[in-house]
């Protein structure tokens, strides 16, 4: 298994887990759940973790990629700087758990405020996140690029 192939296997985490997290977190507001918004917390720190060798296999994926007929390096830059960007707020949000699962344990004052902006960070993770499997998928896929337009099938000369 090369690093592209590892990169694909893994890819999906980073962005699944965090959607799961904030459903988790959510459940756990509406109900006043301290041990349901615990599970989100673990769930969002399982994130980013899922995030680093993501991110690590990337560079390998990007070796072997631009290599193949059709790549277009422009599109591997914008998929790069849109997974910097969402690796590092990814990161955030599993350092503000881990802030929330503590403050949550030692039932501070300010926990619940804190599973709020929990819940708007990972909002704003997951716009990063969609950006970023976007891009990887306009890689080799063509046809969900921006402006593409498909061939007509009633104009191609039948031989």
């Known amino acids: 298994m090369n690093d592209a192939h590892l ?4 890819n ?3 962005i699944i887990v965090p959607v799961v997290g904030l459903l988790v977190l959510l459940g756990g507001l509406v109900f006043r759940s301290d041990a349901v918004k615990r599970t989100a917390y673990f769930i ?12 690590e296999t990337g560079g390998g994926a990007k ?5 193949l007929p059709g790549i277009e390096k422009e599109v591997i830059k914008t998929h790069i700087h849109a997974a910097k960007t969402f690796s590092q ?7 503000l758990s881990l802030l929330g699962l503590w403050a949550n344990f030692k039932q ?3 926990s619940n ?37 498909p061939p007509n099938p009633n104009d191609t000369e039948k031989k």
């Open 7 to 10: 990169h694909l296997v893994l």
């Open 12 to 14: 999906h985490f980073p």
């Open 44 to 55: 969002f720190i399982l994130g980013a973790v899922a995030t680093y060798p993501t991110l």
């Open 63 to 67: 070796q072997i990629v631009q290599q």
């Open 89 to 95: 707020l990814s990161y955030v949000l599993g350092a």
């Open 108 to 110: 501070k004052s300010f």
């Open 113 to 149: 405020m804190l599973s709020i902006v929990t819940v708007v960070l990972s909002v704003v993770v997951l716009f990063f996140a969609k950006q970023t499997g976007t891009t990887g998928g306009e890689i080799r896929h063509t046809e969900i690029r921006p402006g593409f337009n």
